[in-house]
């Protein structure tokens, strides 16, 4: 039970710190989600909407902070 106690700890601090980076990067008016390539339709009743682009940089900023640490452990 205590190794599912950590897991939860560790889950809801990132979920703090996801949480926190929001609401800075709304702050300081960063267009995270409304960056070029992003897909919008807005059709009549339904609108879809896929950040690709945001989701790209995202995935490399973080890549490259884990690469980093990553390499401070061997």
Known sequence: MTDLGKLLLVLGGVIFVAGAVLLLAGRFNLPLG?????????????????????????????????????????
Request: hydrophobic content about 45%; charged content about 15%; proline content about 5%.
């Open 34 to 74: 409304r960056l070029p390539g992003d897909i919008v339709y807005r059709g009549k009743n339904t609108v879809f909407y896929f950040p690709i682009t945001t989701c790209i940089l995202i995935s490399v900023v973080l890549s490259l902070i884990f690469w980093f640490f990553g390499r401070g452990h061997r």
